[in-house]
């Protein structure tokens, strides 16, 4: 070991705080170097009369501490809203809001409140509709998944799944036709309709 | 350690008295450490305030990265230094004040003296160096803690410390 480094490690040497490989290597440096044997010694008195001089324990905080900090903390407390919500809570509330939004939005992408009873109505099948009293004020809570079609999509799934001998009735009553049509505005349904009474030649 | 453990999660959790075990625990390792950054007692006791409404708001996000007395130096010691930069753009460092001391065990003039002594030299020191001495020879900490709180590497710390050492020695002399 080098003078540079073991000036370096003295004072933990001298407090025993080198692990045994260092300190065996300290201890022989030292044993053959009088410049590094002399460092230790002046090392030791100085870092004794430091102790001495950085001794503050005579000195302690003043009695009004413990109040300052204390009336310190209280108006910290009262800022503080009336009940913390952990900040994981938080984030994971927001992450689930923003989820079901996004859900909702994908499902029901330009439904406005107001549009929402004619659309409902546009999903019941024809004699529902025919039978419904008009007079109800509060339309009814959809009973089944609104799936998005573009008036085309239905269009070209009327066309190709009902055939000209396939029975009107049946075509009406269908389901799945039921559901495509929830989406459409009155206008594009009747003209889904003109379109199948066409090709059924009706 | 499980109990500081302990102790700290019911601080975290609102227990006002963990937290008060937390100031009684580390208030006059503190104002010491700050003593010696900034050797004056009422900017000190200040810092000792600042020390612990910073360990009041961060303690929830304590991560047990560092242990707690080392996260609690730390602070101390950035606070000190902002004191510090403060103070030497308006007022100079001669005014050493240790009024506010209660007898010392090596009362009378020569304890005043040597303090005055050891607080000017230090004070004249670079920042880090006297840091590293505080922690070293005040604090009693190992050069690996000494590292950690300093944020530098072992060799750094022990070097920062040996370099304040010979300029102490050479100013008493």
């Not at chain 2, 900490?141 to 040996?162: D, N, P, Q, V, W």
Request: charged share 35%; proline share 4%; hydrophobic share 40%.
């Amino acid at each position: 070991m080098k003078c540079k480094k073991t000036k370096l490690l003295l004072s933990e040497y001298l407090e025993d705080e080198l692990g045994r490989k260092e300190m065996v290597r300290v201890d022989d440096h030292i044993k053959h170097c009088p410049r590094c044997r002399e460092e230790m010694s002046e090392v030791k008195n100085l870092e004794e009369k430091i102790k001495d001089s950085l001794d503050f324990r005579g000195m302690a905080l003043s009695p009004q501490f413990e109040m300052k900090l204390r009336s310190r903390i209280k108006t910290l407390e009262s800022e503080k809203p009336g009940f913390a919500i952990p900040r994981w809570a938080f984030v994971s509330g927001m992450a689930g809001i923003l989820l079901v939004s996004l859900i909702v939005l994908l499902n029901y992408p330009d439904r406005s409140p107001s549009e929402g009873f004619n659309k409902t109505i546009a999903r019941l099948p024809l004699q529902e509709l025919e039978a419904m009293d008009n007079t109800l004020s509060e339309p009814e809570e959809p009973s089944w998944e609104a799936v998005d079609f573009t008036f085309e999509d239905i269009l070209r799934t009327v066309l190709k799944d009902y055939s000209p001998e396939s029975n009107e009735t049946a075509i009406l009553e269908d389901e799945f036709l039921g559901e495509m049509l929830e989406g459409l505005s009155p206008a594009e349904e009747q003209e889904i309709f003109k379109a199948v009474k066409n090709k059924l030649k009706v | 350690m499980d109990s500081e453990h302990n102790l700290i999660e019911r601080a975290k959790a609102g227990d006002e008295g963990a937290y008060q075990k937390i100031v009684d625990n580390y208030k006059d390792q503190v104002f010491r450490l700050a003593l010696g950054i900034v050797r004056n007692s009422q900017e000190a006791e200040d810092i000792t305030q600042e020390v612990f409404i910073r360990v009041f708001k961060s303690l929830k996000s304590f991560q047990y990265r560092s242990l707690l007395k080392t996260w609690i130096f730390r602070i101390t010691i950035n606070i000190g230094k902002n004191f510090l930069k403060k103070r030497t753009d308006a007022l100079p460092l001669e005014g050493v004040e240790i009024e506010d001391s209660k007898p010392s065990p090596l009362e009378g003039t020569e304890y005043r003296e040597k303090l005055e002594e050891f607080m000017k030299a230090i004070g004249n020191l670079p920042f880090k160096q006297q840091t590293a001495a505080i922690l070293r020879i005040q604090q009693g900490l190992e050069f690996k803690e000494i590292a950690r709180i300093m944020k530098c590497t072992l060799g750094g710390a022990r070097s920062h410390y040996f370099q304040a050492l010979k300029k102490l020695r050479k100013s008493m002399v």
